[in-house]
Structure formats: C-alpha cells, structure tokens
C-alpha cells in the first residue's frame, strides 16, 4: 500500500520532500523513506536538491520525483478505421507514435490484431525497446468489455463480437495486455493528465462516428453495470429521428456524429473533412440551421447527464478537438438552459487537453492503473 501511494502522490502532485510525502500519506517518515530507497534502487525515483524561499544556503530541500522514462507502456486507441498506437513513459505521455488505417465496413478483427502487433513490434523495434521494458498494453476499444478486461464484447461501428484482444497480444507480443472502453479510458486519461485541476466528477463526452461518455469519480473511472458501459450516444434525443445502427431510432449519435455531419456538408457541396469546423465555417444559412440542430439536441443528451451525474466538467473530445471556442460555448450556455437549476450552476463545458492523443493516453492510462501504480 504505501508503495503504491507514494507513486501515485509522485505521479499527481509532482516532485516533494520525503517529509511532505509521510504528511500527505499519514505515515511515519521511516515508512517513506524504506519505500524510496527501494524505488531509488528499482530507479522509477530519483532525488535530488531543490534551492527554495526560506531555505537555508547550503542546504537545499532533497526532493523526490518519478523517473517518467524508466520503463514504458503502450496505449492503443482502436477507432472505426483506424488504430493509433503510442509507446508512452509513466506520466501516460506518448514519446514514440504508429497508425494506420482499414476499411471500418469489411476488415475481420483478426485481420487488425495482426497488423496492430505487426505495427508496434515495428515501433519498438525502431526506438529500442524489448518486450521486457514494456510494463503493458492498454487498449481502448470501441464497445462493451467483459468484467475481467481482456475481450471486446461488442463493437456496434465494426461488426465485431468477443474479440480476444488480451490474449493475442499476450500470446504475440509476450506483454501483458488489458482492454478497456475507449471512451471511459479517454475520460481517465483526461482527468489524470488533463490538468483540469479538481474537477470532480469529470464527464468526459467523445463524437466522431458515435457518442461516447465516460465518467471519473474520486479519480476512479465509473463502471456501471456489467460492461460498464455509458452509451450516451444512443440517448433518444428526436421524436421524428431516423434510425440508428442499434435498431432505435432517433438517438442522439443519429444528429451529433461526423457521417450525419458530413451528409449535411455534401447537400451544401462542400468537402466533408473536419466537419463540425467546416460546417460552422460555411455561412450557409442551411449550414447555420445545422449548427443549432447539433448543438440543441447535444445540450439535451448533456443535460440530461448532468441531472443524472452532477459533473463538475464536461470535457468534449473528438470532433469537437478543433470546434471554435463561440460554438463550445454555445454548447454550454445551452446545456444551463436545459440542466436542473441547482446543478447548472456548478458545470462547466471545455475541449479536450489531450485532442488527438486522448484514446493513447487512455490506453496507457489503464495500463499504468493495472501494472505500474497498483
């Protein structure tokens, strides 16, 4: 226990004194001081002098501090036709990046397992990294995971049941491997290395093809059920919607998702890439009906949240990485009109820190949770 906790006050407040350490963990100086020597020795710590206010010359305060590139973990984000791959240190932080692309309609999920261990043994091959300086494999998939992380049960946008991901990788690679759903693993990489400072809880919201959600409690993420699951995304939001891909009609993630959006630019005759950005761009007064249409009906989905949840942030990630700021807040200022009133007042909506490296961080997020700071 204290070893874990001496990691996790290093990784979350940064480089301290022993001293500071023992008061913040409410243990004994004796006890902080065997657990940084093993460290020290393990060489995840290092310590060193630190001149300060009110410190006598001479003197400088020993801090202690992680040693973020002393071992590695891998974070992979699994999206609907592409996979990114990040080779991170033990702040979550990618220092060595892969991607590539398959065909989201037709491509068999034993097909991408192979080139994704394919693509990271290249990676780590390229940097210098054996499997041995690996701690582990995060993975963050699109859909329900089972109770023990390791399969993804169900990915809706790609056709795929009970994939082992797990196992292929343990069985390739050597390195030990969980699987966790990607927006709940973005949503904890967020708020562990997003510096949104206590927002507690963080709802952390991701559109691209679909809309996910996930939730951070106590700096724990909130697992619901027994997928632990949060489809957000398949909220009915429209009485005279059209249908979805779960069977329903009228879900949010039929309104708010880069297809529809890119479905309203084609009828514009405008490119559809970056969407939301070019779709606000536009002028159009069609364009313009299509951004009050997005936004009133998120701010549904998001209100409704909010009433159920009571975050204190609301975090919008993907599409909305490069949203300009008036159409973020318009997304707030809409969800306030539509939230309960006391909770209103206490949430706020912002764009993802992380942008792009968001299901990486994720992904090295759990990996770190399960083999590094446990």
Known sequence: ?????????????????????ARRLNVSPTTVTKV????????VVTESGVEGPGLRVGRPSMHVALVPTAAHVVGVQVGVGTVHIGLCDLLGRPRHRARFDFDAA??????????????????MREVGVTADGVLGVGVAVPGAVDRHQRRNLLALNLGWRDVGFSDHLEATL???????????????????????????????????????A??????????????????????????????????????????????RIAERLACLGSPADAPLARLVA??????????????????????????????????????????PDPIIDRI????????????????????????????????????????FYT
Do not use: W
Not at 224 to 240: F, I, P
């Open 282 to 323: 536009h002028g159009d007064p069609r364009a313009i009906a299509a951004v009050d249409d997005i936004v009133e009906h998120l701010a549904i989905g998001l209100a409704f949240a909010v009433n159920l949840l009571n975050p204190r942030l609301i975090v919008l990630g993907g599409m909305f990485d490069d949203a």
């Open 36 to 43: 940084v020597s093993r460290l020290l020795d393990e060489g």
């Open 106 to 123: 037709g491509t068999e999920a034993t097909v991408v397992l192979g080139r994704l261990v394919a693509h990271l043994d290249a990676l």
């Open 174 to 212: 050597g390195i030990p491997t969980i699987v966790d759903h990607n927006v709940r693993a973005m949503a904890l990489g967020e708020a562990r290395h997003g510096g949104h400072g206590d927002a507690d809880p963080l709802l952390y919201v991701y559109a691209r093809t679909g809309v996910g």
């Open 332 to 371: 707030e200022a809409a969800v306030h009109r539509k939230a309960f009133p006391v909770l209103r007042e206490a949430v706020r909506v912002g764009r993802s820190v992380l942008g792009g490296d968001s299901g990486i961080v994720g992904g090295a997020t759990i990996a770190l949770d399960r083999y």
């Open 1 to 21: 226990m204290p070893r874990r906790s001496v990691l996790r006050a290093l990784r979350d407040r940064g480089p301290q004194p022993r001293i500071e350490l």
């Open 214 to 259: 996930g939730i951070v409690i106590d700096g724990a993420p909130f697992r619901s059920g027994a997928h632990g699951v949060s489809e957000l995304g398949h909220m009915r939001v429209s009485d005279n919607g059209r249908a979805c891909a779960c069977g329903a009609d009228g879900c949010l993630e039929t309104i708010v998702s880069e297809p």
